[in-house]
């Protein structure tokens, strides 16, 4: 694991973005620290928590949507990018803040490094979530999300934003820490009916291909950004003694022109080869952008 820290972990203002393309292309994941503004996700994360515990209270009283209950409560999850009305104090959309703290800053020339100009935000799977060392729903075992997302072929790179300190007394995520080029056996049959039973690679597969003991989990903190690319193994990280709870979220892009036609078109899409704009012509908007799609 310390090996994997020095080699994976960068600051931002400190590395180049082609170092950290370089070290996804070959590793699957790093790490950015002080890359995302450490009061705006204090004042995200303390919005999430209401909006949390009012899914929570509704889920307890009964008056939680099925839609919202089966897609988002027992994920941990909430859909910013489908809610114009989630807004910071100030009145900024939290879907807003998620985008801009990629594509304001830069960030995005790691997109544009590893993906190319003409880039698509991934609705489905860009969300929010809460993972409690305590929660009745087990964590998210050993997956690839290019299997999740049914994108084998894709390479979509995910930036993941701790909202709270995680790692030590609260989840935070596990890798095996290799960019791989295929999707390894999945869906184990002893987990179909539990909850992510259908992604999952089991643990005794991951441990016939890996050695386990190398597994690279770093401590995280606000202002933190975690970056992994779609066949990159891994699940959320836990350990018996944390008590602690973790919120994120997480945002995801593929390029466009590899998108097939249904995800294409249920996404966003941008030209980032100079500043970033949004192409109208493309994908749904606001909290039109609803979808049925798997969740995860
Ligand atoms: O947040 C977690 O605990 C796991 C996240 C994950 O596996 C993913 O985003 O693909």
């Given at each position: 694991?310390?090996?994997?820290?020095?080699?994976?972990?960068?600051?931002?203002?400190?590395?180049?973005?082609?170092?950290?393309?370089?070290?996804?292309?070959?590793?699957?994941?790093?790490?950015?620290?002080?890359?995302?503004?450490?009061?705006?996700?204090?004042?995200?994360?303390?919005?999430?928590?209401?909006?949390?515990?009012?899914?929570?209270?509704?889920?307890?009283?009964?008056?939680?949507?099925?839609?919202?209950?089966?897609?988002?409560?027992?994920?941990?999850?909430?859909?910013?990018?489908?809610?114009?009305?989630?807004?910071?104090?100030?009145?900024?959309?939290?879907?807003?803040?998620?985008?801009?703290?990629?594509?304001?800053?830069?960030?995005?020339?790691?997109?544009?490094?590893?993906?190319?100009?003409?880039?698509?935000?991934?609705?489905?799977?860009?969300?929010?979530?809460?993972?409690?060392?305590?929660?009745?729903?087990?964590?998210?075992?050993?997956?690839?999300?290019?299997?999740?997302?049914?994108?084998?072929?894709?390479?979509?790179?995910?930036?993941?934003?701790?909202?709270?300190?995680?790692?030590?007394?609260?989840?935070?995520?596990?890798?095996?820490?290799?960019?791989?080029?295929?999707?390894?056996?999945?869906?184990d049959?002893?987990t179909q009916g539990k909850?992510y039973g259908n992604?999952e690679?089991?643990?005794?597969?991951?441990?016939?291909?890996?050695?386990?003991?190398?597994?690279?989990?770093?401590?995280?903190?606000?202002?933190?950004?975690?970056?992994?690319?779609?066949?990159?193994?891994?699940?959320?990280?836990?350990?018996?003694?944390?008590?602690?709870?973790?919120?994120?979220?997480?945002?995801?892009?593929?390029?466009?022109?590899?998108?097939?036609?249904?995800?294409?078109?249920?996404?966003?899409?941008?030209?980032?080869?100079?500043?970033?704009?949004?192409?109208?012509?493309?994908?749904?908007?606001?909290?039109?952008?609803?979808?049925?799609?798997?969740?995860?």
């Amino acid at each position: 694991m310390v090996k994997f820290d020095t080699k994976l972990t960068f600051s931002a203002g400190q590395s180049s973005p082609g170092e950290v393309v370089a070290t996804l292309r070959t590793h699957g994941c790093c790490l950015i620290r002080g890359a995302h503004d450490r009061s705006r996700a204090t004042l995200f994360r303390d919005r999430l928590a209401e909006l949390y515990a009012e899914m929570d209270r509704r889920a307890a009283e009964g008056t939680l949507s099925e839609d919202d209950l089966k897609r988002c409560h027992r994920y941990g999850i909430l859909r910013p990018l489908e809610h114009d009305e989630y807004t910071l104090a100030d009145g900024t959309r939290l879907a807003d803040h998620m985008i801009d703290a990629v594509l304001r800053t830069p960030l995005v020339d790691v997109v544009r490094g590893l993906l190319g100009p003409r880039v698509s935000l991934l609705l489905p799977t860009t969300h929010t979530r809460r993972q409690q060392a305590t929660q009745s729903e087990r964590p998210v075992p050993f997956h690839q999300d290019s299997a999740v997302m049914r994108l084998h072929d894709v390479t979509v790179l995910n930036f993941w934003f701790p909202l709270d300190p995680c790692g030590r007394d609260a989840p935070s995520v596990e890798f095996v820490p290799w960019s791989l080029t295929g999707i390894l056996p999945h869906g184990d049959p002893s987990t179909q009916g539990k909850l992510y039973g259908n992604l999952e690679i089991s643990e005794e597969m991951a441990r016939a291909v890996f050695n386990l003991e190398n597994t690279w989990h770093p401590e995280l903190d606000l202002g933190d950004v975690l970056l992994l690319t779609s066949r990159v193994v891994h699940r959320t990280y836990t350990r018996p003694g944390m008590r602690g709870q973790r919120r994120n979220f997480e945002i995801r892009f593929a390029p466009t022109a590899d998108l097939p036609r249904e995800q294409r078109d249920s996404a966003i899409a941008y030209d980032i080869a100079g500043a970033p704009t949004r192409i109208q012509e493309s994908g749904p908007s606001g909290v039109a952008a609803r979808h049925a799609t798997a969740s995860y």
